[in-house]
């Protein structure tokens, strides 16, 4: 059974930094694309970055480029989410999801799997 479990949320201050992983169990997740969604309360869950199988491809939300960095450690199953410099516009609900493709998307529809999700909360 695919499993995906994400840790590391938390309360941190804006200007602060978190990062979160995803560690995933019950398949082979190096050769497929593994993204990093969120979902504020009351808002549509929204693409916030992904990477491709191998790590050579990243892909970022503009809201969070240049503060967000994901990378994974395929020897480990487990995919991360640096968060740096956070805003209070940040906090929500962060879900790591696995893709069916291995190249990098932000398209919702292809990603099979999603964990349960950690809580970020940006105090201002």
């Known amino acids: 059974q695919v499993q995906l479990v994400e840790s590391g949320g938390g309360l941190v201050q804006t200007g602060g930094s978190l990062r979160l992983s995803c560690a995933a169990s019950?398949?082979?997740?190096?050769?497929?694309?593994m993204g990093w969604f969120r979902q504020a309360p009351g808002k549509d869950r929204e693409f916030v970055a992904c990477?491709?199988?191998?790590?050579?491809?990243?892909y970022y939300v503009d809201s969070v480029k240049g503060r967000f960095t994901v990378s994974r450690d395929n020897a480990k199953n487990t995919v991360y989410l640096q968060m740096n410099s956070l805003k209070p516009e940040d906090t929500a609900v962060y879900y790591c999801?696995?893709?069916?493709?291995?190249?990098?998307?932000?398209?919702?529809?292809?990603?099979?799997?999603w964990g349960q999700g950690t809580q970020v909360t940006v105090s201002s």
């Open positions: 999801a696995a893709s069916s493709k291995i190249w990098c998307s932000s398209n919702y529809g292809l990603y099979t799997y």
């Open positions: 990477i491709s199988g191998s790590g050579g491809t990243t």
């Open positions: 019950g398949g082979t997740f190096r050769n497929v694309a």
